[in-house]
Structures are given as C-alpha cells and as structure tokens.
C-alpha cells in the first residue's frame, strides 16, 4: 500500500507564515477564490526573490507542491523542503524524475506550483518563461492559475499577490500558448506595480 501523504507539517508551518507575514509584511492577497478548492491545478507566475514560495504557503489554503532547485536539499534545511513537500530539480540536466513526480502529483488531484521564468531576478519585467508549465497542463489537463506578486521584501513593504482567473491550455488554438501565459501574469504584474506607484 502506498504511504499516505503527511501534511500536518505542512500546515503548522503555513498558518505560521500567515501570521508572521501579516505582522511583518502586512500582505495582502487578491483572487484566491479563483484556485480550485479541489482538484488538480497548476499555480503559474513571476520569481521575485527566495521568499515567494514562503508569500505562496501563508497566501493559499490548499498545500502547494513547488518544484524547488535540488541544492536546497543538499544545505541543513533539507528536511524542512522535503516537509513542505518541495520536488527536487537539477537545473543543469534533465529531470525525468522530477517531471513524473509532478505529473504524479497533478494526477492525484493536487496543487503544483512553477515559477516558469526558472529563477528569481530583481528586474520589474519578465524573464521569458520555459515551456514546462504548458506541458504538465497538457499532459493533465489541469488548469493553470496565473498569478502575480509585487514585492520588496522590507518591513511592512505590504506585498500583494495576485491570482488570475484558470487557463484551460487545450483550448488555446492558433497561439503560442507560453507567450500566451506570460501575457497575462505580466497584465497582472504590471496592474500591481500601477496600483503601488498610485498608493
């Protein structure tokens, strides 16, 4: 019998976060009602920094499974990624293991999340994303939650993420369906740095 997944550590740490983030950040969360309460989907969006998996865990209710670099594993925190439930990934070679894991996890009617831009950067537009994404959506035929975040990780910096409503990928016909993703979370990025610079 397979061995069931243990999420209780996942949780205590996830509610931690909301409430140090909200002490410390003050941030703030749009559009959470469009993730499926149930169900397979893959959360899509912008890096900013090694903190947005953390803004991610205290914003959603629902446990994210991220696909994380393997070196995280390697450091003395390895034991709290492999809680969070992090998918290791060798970013200098291909990952079969990696890509059947999160394929596993969509088909068991879970949540994966993707940073398609492949690494975190500080410049205020995209890095162009890597098809990955619209691959495990294809693959699986889950949807895609898009999503934004606008941050600069200060004190009370209030940052604010943003969720998009599903992208259905199978149903995109005569598009480039990566620069179709990357449309819309710059659409909200660039809606968030708007709002931030008229506040």
């Known amino acids: 019998m397979k061995k069931k997944d243990n999420y209780i550590g996942y949780y205590i740490v996830s509610r931690i976060l909301r409430f140090a983030g909200f002490v410390w950040f003050g941030d703030k969360v749009i559009g959470e009602e469009n993730i499926p309460k149930e169900g ?16 991610l865990f205290a914003g959603t209710k629902r446990p994210i499974h991220f696909l994380g670099k393997k070196e995280l594993f390697e450091s003395s925190f390895g034991w709290f990624f492999k809680m969070m439930h992090l998918i290791p990934v060798d ?15 969509l088909e068991a009617e879970k949540v994966l999340g993707i940073f398609p831009e492949g690494t975190y950067h500080k410049e205020d537009l995209l890095l162009p994303f890597k098809p990955g994404v ?3 959506a294809e693959k699986t035929g889950a949807p895609i939650i898009p999503f934004a975040m606008d941050s600069t990780f200060k004190f009370r910096c209030r940052p604010v993420i943003k969720f998009g409503k599903p992208i259905y990928v199978n149903k995109i016909k ?3 369906k990566v620069a179709y993703l990357e449309k819309i979370v710059r659409d909200l990025l660039m809606e968030l740095q708007e709002n931030r610079r008229n506040n």
């Open 40 to 55: 397979r989907c893959i959360l899509a969006g912008n890096h900013l920094s090694d903190m947005d998996a953390y803004l």
């Open 91 to 105: 970013r200098k070679n291909k990952n079969p293991e990696a890509k059947a894991k999160a394929i596993e996890i």
């Open 134 to 136: 619209i691959s495990f």
């Open 174 to 176: 005569d598009q480039d």
